[in-house]
């Protein structure tokens, strides 16, 4: 199993699968799609079952897998939520030059570091904090009021939407948000850690190529499409 190298992070088969999903992963093969049962393997082209970040039938994040085991840790603190702004401040002539200016909740505050300096980027963040600091295309910058460090062009560019077009189904069939209402799905899943309670809901999907050239050998195994299959709630289901 490719996805399966770090002991920390588990990724695992799915313990529970719909039926229904099972039966659109093989309407899928039928109507041509290769079956793959490994999409972070050789190819992701392909339909089959997804794998998840779960452990014991619990959702197993990055956090759960390196940051927690890591709390106890004498140089380590953990404040969220927490914002940055910038790397430096203005005038100054390298970035983290002076400390990291951070906020949390009111307070403003300011990270220093004696040896070295490590900075987390998540999803989006990396091109607006680097912006902030700096770095970027200079006439942008200078437009926000920004002092210019590196005029680098292409800083912030080319980040791309992800939509989504949902296709929804009624079935007759009780699906996941309907099964997890049987306190027997409950007792099963604190037993074995297996039943509804352990779907990842998005369980299974497929990927494929719209604009694959025959003729380009290259682009036939580079996907533009992504299926994702699973249950929502239909209304019926528990209420809070």
């Known amino acids: 199993m490719w996805a399966r190298t770090s002991r920390a992070l588990r990724v695992e088969n799915p313990v529970y699968t719909h039926p229904l999903v099972l039966e659109w992963v093989r309407s899928a093969e039928a109507q041509g799609l290769a079956s793959n ?5 050789v190819s992701q082209m392909g339909t089959g079952l997804y794998q998840s970040t779960i452990r014991d039938g619990r959702r197993w994040s990055a956090a759960d897998a390196y940051l927690r085991p890591a709390l106890s840790r004498p140089n380590l603190t953990v404040r969220a ?8 401040r203005p005038g100054e002539g390298a970035c983290c030059g002076r400390g990291l200016p951070w906020r949390h909740g009111r307070r403003g505050h300011r990270a220093r570091a004696g040896r070295s300096r490590a900075v987390e980027r998540v999803h989006q963040l990396p091109p607006q904090l680097v912006t902030l600091s700096g770095i970027g295309p ?4 200078q437009e926000h009021g920004i002092d210019v460090l590196v005029d680098l062009q292409g800083v912030g560019s080319k980040l791309q939407d992800h939509p989504a077009v949902p296709h ?7 699906t996941v948000p ?11 899943f604190q037993d074995k850690r297996r039943g509804p309670f352990a779907s990842a809901f998005a369980e299974a999907g497929g990927l494929l190529s719209t604009t694959a050239d025959a003729d380009i050998p290259e682009d036939a195994d580079i996907p533009d499409v992504q299926f994702m299959a699973g249950q929502r709630f239909s209304g019926k ?3 809070p």
């Open 81 to 88: 939520p927490a914002f940055t702004g910038h790397a430096r």
């Open 138 to 141: 200079a006439a942008h910058l």
């Open 178 to 188: 309907e099964l997890v209402t049987d306190p027997s799905a409950l007792k099963l």
């Open 168 to 174: 929804i189904v009624y079935v007759d069939a009780p």
């Open 237 to 239: 289901a528990c209420r």
């Open 37 to 41: 049962d490994e999409f972070n393997g």
